[in-house]
């Protein structure tokens, strides 16, 4: 299986992450190796076989969903890396050279 | 303080006779380990003032004033968290992890928190954005990983116990680098509400400790259901020291060739000569095979990778952690926060996995794994049919150089060979010190049934009693 540097970039797209031009190489290159080592799965058998995704002893938990009160917003905000007037604060949709 | 030659039992005598305080006891601990970590960096943060709960109560909580390492993807309120990443490099938690919860009701000290690989990927704690951990028998070599720094903690004396999570072997690699006991429960014995999440059909939380009845006495607090996690079973959970001090007589303990085969040298002589140890005392060996192992790499990488890249959607730039200047957009802050937040390790665990799920490659990749991870279930529950253990190495190979695996993922993706079989099929899973192969410590594998902790305590305490390998020193320790 060959991986080549468009299909990397398209992934790169899918996971919101960019490379430079002198990592891309590196990766996917790297990338490559990784997806061939998973793709020795290729040979086994697995005809009718279910797929194992959790390895939990109980039956799916449904509660109530009931908000509940947090005492306070400011401690909730603490984390917020720009906000203004006790809102998180993003930057336009569109792009900012577009709209001045 | 150094823990090097003290356990919680011997701790707790002191403080109930009054021979430490546990104020004295946090500020000796958070002194000590200002000066060890000097040569190992095994904390990201340490608290300068951490000050032992209120009211102790030493006759009822045997973890009274005791200081805890806690890894730094379990959340801790007020005190930072980073998971030892830069996207999280200013992130602190507004609520305590369950565990946490649980710790501080049963009184233990916090004082602070311990390096690991960047959000738990990786095994040598090299990938951590705080740089890496020294292993204490020899400075020049890594501590494993991911938690690493919980290991290196423990091994070098710096706290008598510490927590670490464990995804793909990420106690159990540690534990057996360092010389020191480290278990990873069954998947559903511990809550996972407020671990920062990797990959959250593995991902379980356990302890590291010298001394396996300190992992017991740990495990005894943390385990149990929480309203916060349904995945947490409701089964009662046993005391854990109950299972210490008994004999193996007539125990059913199965070895995998394919474990064996992987070792040579040094390392199949000081694994064999605890499998004779266990036979001598009347355990009933038996050879078995685990016909999948060879494809437990490839599996583990795609279904771990594939739920890490769901779980680190949540890393965007915008209600916490690191957001990237001079944006221009919104989908810009995302991609440049993130790549510029993230390390390599995690970049290409986010990309395989969102390769293994994307349109076109899921059949073909993580469709393939969750079926070939059902073998690999199956393999297990054959072989519990008929013995109440399996044990066989932690690792093909102890602890290996700084900076000699760091650049080839795959090199060092296959040192959890023999580990991430316990979390495809969620089975409890210790490494107890084996011996010393070329003077560095080399960890013997102990996995049983489900819920089975017990037995994964007995054999444990049993080979502990026997080889005492606790009564060793780090080499790297001695100036």
Known sequence: MKITKDEINHVAALSRLEFGEDEIDKFTEQMGDIINMAHQLAEVDTEGVPETVQVVDRETDFREDKPEHWESRAELMKNVPEKADGFIKVPVIIDKDDNE | ?479
Not at chain 2, 86 to 101: E, F, G, K, Q, R
Not at chain 2, 150 to 179: C, H, K, M, W, Y
Not at chain 2, 198 to 224: C, H, P, T, Y
Request: glycine share 8%.
């Open chain 2, 1 to 479: 303080m150094n823990y090097l030659n003290e356990n919680i039992d011997s701790l707790n005598k002191k403080l109930q006779d009054g021979e430490i305080t546990a104020e004295d006891l946090a500020k000796a601990t958070v002194k000590n380990i200002k000066e060890t970590d000097k040569k190992i960096n095994a904390w990201i943060t340490v608290d300068e003032d951490a000050k032992p709960a209120e009211d102790l109560d030493f006759a009822k909580n045997k973890l009274a004033g005791i200081p805890i390492a806690i890894k730094d993807n379990i959340i801790t309120n007020g005190m930072k968290t980073t998971a030892a990443s830069h996207i999280l490099y200013n992130y602190m938690p507004v609520y305590d992890a369950t565990v946490i919860s649980k710790l501080k009701k049963a009184q233990a000290t916090f004082v602070g928190k311990t390096n690991m690989d960047e959000f738990a990927m990786g095994s040598s704690t090299e990938h951590s954005y705080y740089g890496a951990t020294h292993n204490p028998w020899n400075l020049d070599k890594v501590p494993g990983g991911s938690s690493g720094g919980s290991a290196a903690a423990v091994a070098s004396g710096e706290v008598v116990a510490a927590l670490g999570s464990d995804t793909g072997g990420s106690i159990r690699q540690p534990a057996a680098f360092n010389g020191i006991f480290g278990i990873k429960p069954t998947y559903g014995r511990v809550s996972r509400w407020g671990l920062i999440a990797f990959g959250s059909s593995l991902d379980q939380i356990g302890v590291m400790s010298k001394r396996v009845k300190d992992s017991a006495e740990v495990l005894n607090v943390i385990a149990g259901p929480d309203e916060h996690d349904a995945t947490v079973s409701e089964k009662e959970v046993p005391d854990f020291t109950s299972f210490l001090g008994q004999d193996v007589k007539g125990l059913r303990v199965a070895v995998p060739k394919e474990y064996m085969d992987a070792v040579d040298g040094e390392m199949h002589d000081v694994i064999q000569k605890q499998i004779d140890v266990l036979k001598d005392a009347g355990a009933i060996i038996n050879e078995v095979s685990l016909p999948h192992t060879k494809y437990v790499v490839p599996t583990y990488y795609i279904v771990a990778s594939s739920e890490a890249s769901s779980n680190l959607q949540r890393y965007d730039g915008i209600r916490y952690g690191y957001r990237a200047k001079d944006t221009k957009n919104l989908l810009d802050v995302y991609v440049k926060s993130r790549s510029e937040g993230f390390g390599e390790e995690v970049k290409r665990r986010i990309m395989l996995g969102s390769f293994a799920l994307s349109a076109g490659a899921y059949d073909e990749f993580f469709k393939k794994a969750a079926q070939v991870r059902t073998l690999i279930c199956r393999d297990f529950e054959k072989i519990f049919e008929e013995n109440d253990v399996i044990v066989g190495p932690t690792t093909t190979e102890p602890a290996f150089g700084i900076g000699e695996e760091v650049s080839d993922p795959i090199k060092m993706y296959n040192n959890d060979l023999l580990t991430i079989s316990a979390n495809l099929a969620g089975i409890p899973a210790a490494s107890v010190p084996a011996g010393l192969v070329d003077g560095m410590p080399a960890g013997f594998q102990i996995m049983a049934k489900r819920f089975d902790e017990g037995n994964v305590f007995k054999v444990a305490d049993f080979i502990e009693r026997n080889n005492k390998f606790y009564e060793k020193t780090p080499t790297g320790m001695e100036d």
